[in-house]
């Protein structure tokens, strides 16, 4: 019997404790963009975050807070990367889903339904 969660557990865990730190943030809405964007296509997060003409100024910004908070976690190497594509799932995943409900939705791409 352990008394630390699986990897995939602390997965799931921590995924909730950011994305719950990014919505309740005053940044959020750049930290959503970049994690909806994504980083470029051939480099990844492992080194397309510090790719310099990719993001803008307001997403270079919103990377250093997820960087600091994905580290405190104890995502480091491979993990820092999948922690990442984690949170860019579930962003995604919320985006969906209120897009699909129909509700305003502040960080959704493109969101033209009124605010409920």
Known sequence: ?????????????????????IMNHPDRHNMIQLLTKGPPKELGYMWGLQEPN??????????????????????????????FRSLEYEIK???ANAQADGAYCEYCEDSDTDKV
């Open 1 to 21: 019997m352990s008394f630390y969660p699986s990897l995939q557990e602390k997965l799931k865990l921590d995924t909730t404790y950011i994305i719950n730190k």
């Open 54 to 83: 990719y993001w803008t100024q307001a997403e270079k910004k919103a990377i250093e807070f997820l960087h600091v908070w994905v580290l405190r976690k104890d995502w480091e190497s491979s993990g820092y990367a999948i922690m």
């Open 93 to 95: 995943k919320l985006n």
